[in-house]
């Protein structure tokens, strides 16, 4: 699943927070949580919103960072 298509059903609250879990990090779903509430967002729209900053804002380390942490991944969805 191609990372556009996994951020779109994230206006579905059950499948965000699931996406989040699959991770295998349960400290960062309730990161995420408490992040999102104070930002007043569902966790969906906190993860869609969050991926829009990393895009705007994140420096040429940064991106190189994540492409090689998805290189590495067995499973980079």
């Known amino acids: 699943?191609?990372?556009g298509d996994l951020l779109s059903r994230?206006?579905?609250?059950?499948f965000a927070a699931e996406a989040v879990f699959q991770i295998g990090d349960v400290g960062l779903l309730a990161d995420m949580r408490?992040?999102?509430?104070?930002e007043g967002e569902?966790?969906?729209e906190f993860a869609q919103n969050a991926v829009r900053r990393f895009a705007a804002e994140a420096s040429d380390e940064d991106w190189?960072?994540?492409?090689?942490?998805?290189?590495?991944a067995g499973d980079p969805g």
């Open 1 to 3: 699943m191609l990372l």
């Open 42 to 44: 569902s966790l969906g």
């Open 34 to 38: 408490g992040r999102a509430a104070v």
């Open 10 to 14: 994230f206006d579905d609250p059950a």
């Open 64 to 72: 190189v960072t994540l492409l090689g942490a998805l290189a590495r």
